[in-house]
């Protein structure tokens, strides 16, 4: 294990979902901006959380090459793309809103009883409240992993209660999985 301390079963199948812009704006845009090393991070995911399906929520597709290579490092570090539709006449307005696609996807991994143990998201946007405080009585959801707790929604820290969450700026998680220049 790389990061030796995996308290969960190591049978669990757990399944993430990441909003792809939401870690970006919370890393890249934070005080100071830190990048995340996406293959230490699913690392991370695997062995802390035991997620084995790793979806991230991209906003629409970018043909430019410098958003290709990003895609394709994701997907080599194991994480399954998943990319806003548009319409071709909304091309110029493409929003990377991927809110109500993570929403359902995790429902439609609950109705159609697709096996998996619990639930990781990955973002501190306040419209997934509903979603956590459903998992979490349906005894579904693991953990909140927002970018810092500064880009948390207010509602997590009021209703939520603190095993449910953690923020990946913290000393103790960044110091795992941070991109190092070499």
Do not use: C
Not at 36 to 48: A, G, H, P, T
Not at 92 to 120: A, Q, W
Not at 156 to 168: E, G, M, P, S, V
């Amino acid at each position: 294990m790389l990061f030796g301390e995996m308290w969960y079963n190591t049978i669990m199948n757990n399944q993430a979902f990441i909003d792809g812009q939401n870690l970006y704006l919370g890393t890249e845009h934070a005080k100071p901006a830190w990048h995340i090393d996406f293959r230490k991070f699913r690392v991370y995911l695997k062995e802390k959380y035991g997620v084995e399906k790793a979806y991230y929520f991209v906003g629409a597709y970018d043909s430019v090459v410098d958003a290709r290579g990003l895609y394709e490092s994701l997907q080599q570090a194991g994480y399954i793309l998943i990319f806003r539709e548009h319409s071709d006449s909304a091309i110029s307005k493409k929003k990377g809103n991927v809110d109500t696609d993570i929403v359902f996807t995790v429902m439609k991994h609950l109705v159609e009883k697709e096996r998996f143990d619990k639930v990781v998201l990955v973002s501190g946007d306040g419209d997934y409240f509903r979603l956590v405080n459903y998992l979490i009585q349906k005894n579904k959801f693991l953990k909140l992993l927002s970018p810092s707790k500064k880009s948390t929604s207010s509602l997590y820290a009021q209703r939520t209660a603190d095993i449910y969450r953690d923020f990946l700026d913290s000393a103790s998680i960044k110091r795992k999985i941070e991109y190092k220049k070499r």
